[in-house]
């Protein structure tokens, strides 16, 4: 793959997850947080869709197709497992 469409790539995948992060909003860590998993979605989904042959919106030697479905899915998944709190057990006096 060539510098260019690595570049070309990264900027849409910062697109991404920036957009991503206007619309549900947060904090400066989760703006990160949505720019790492939008980075890691849409490399993960150039390498599969190489990986088992199938093109989709091809631009230049990117696959562009399965790499913004790649970044949709693992940013839907992130948000959704970032929603998870976990709560503190209450203290109980007990002496034995």
């Known amino acids: 793959m060539i510098l260019q ?6 900027i849409i995948a910062t697109l991404y997850g920036a957009m991503f992060h206007v619309w549900r909003g947060g904090s400066l860590v989760r703006l990160g947080l949505y720019l790492v998993l ?9 390498w ?5 042959g199938w093109e989709f919106i091809k631009v230049g030697q990117l696959n562009l197709g ?3 479905i790649g970044s ?6 992130g948000y959704w497992l970032s ?5 503190p057990e209450p203290k109980t006096n007990k002496k034995l």
Do not use: D, K, N
């Not at 599969?48 to 088992?52: E, Q, S, T, V, Y």
């Not at 949709?72 to 998944?77: T, Y």
């Not at 929603?83 to 709560?87: A, F, I, K, N, S």
């Open 38 to 46: 939008a980075w890691v979605g849409f490399w993960g989904g150039h």
């Open 48 to 52: 599969l869709g190489g990986l088992i």
């Open 83 to 87: 929603l998870v709190q976990v709560e």
């Open 72 to 77: 949709i899915l693992i940013l839907a998944v």
């Open 5 to 10: 469409s690595v570049l070309l790539g990264m």
């Open 66 to 68: 399965l790499a913004t």
